[in-house]
């Protein structure tokens, strides 16, 4: 197995890394092929350890046990609630936003106020995702 993963490397380390116009290509001194067989061979060798089986036969116990122990991940809001949330939510920020839009027409620009202007704003964006999102969930496109 050893001389296999060996040649396989030295091939494909000596097309990749031939230059024609050397006399001699890199991969091909005595003392660098040796040095490649050796640290192969030791690859090869530790990984037929026993001590490297436990450790990897250990690990599949440990992931085997963490997949056994996982619980299913579920909605905190029962499906059924879907559809009403939906409208509802939607309802309330079309309703805050109706009343920013006549707020921002009727009040005079001299007494209008950034705090209220922003308050109605947030809600109203709080109440239209909240109802987009479960109007997704509703609909049966999970986001």
Do not use: H
Request: charged letters at 15%.
């Amino acid at each position: 197995m050893g001389n296999q993963i060996y040649y396989f490397c030295l091939t494909r380390f000596r097309s990749v890394t031939f230059d024609p116009t050397r006399p001699d290509p890199p991969f091909t001194t005595p003392p660098l092929l040796n040095y490649l067989k050796n640290r192969f061979t030791a690859v090869v060798e530790a990984f037929n350890t026993s001590s490297l089986r436990e450790i990897i036969s250990y690990s599949l116990k440990f992931i085997e046990e963490m997949a056994q122990s996982a619980k299913p991940i579920s909605s905190p809001v029962p499906d059924a609630w879907y559809p009403t949330l939906a409208v509802f939510m939607l309802a309330i920020g079309l309703v805050v936003t109706a009343s920013f839009f006549i707020y921002e027409a009727t009040a005079p620009r001299k007494y209008r106020s950034l705090a209220k202007e922003l308050v109605t704003g947030t809600v109203a964006s709080v109440f239209l995702g909240f109802g987009s999102l479960f109007l997704l969930l509703a609909s049966g496109v999970y986001v």
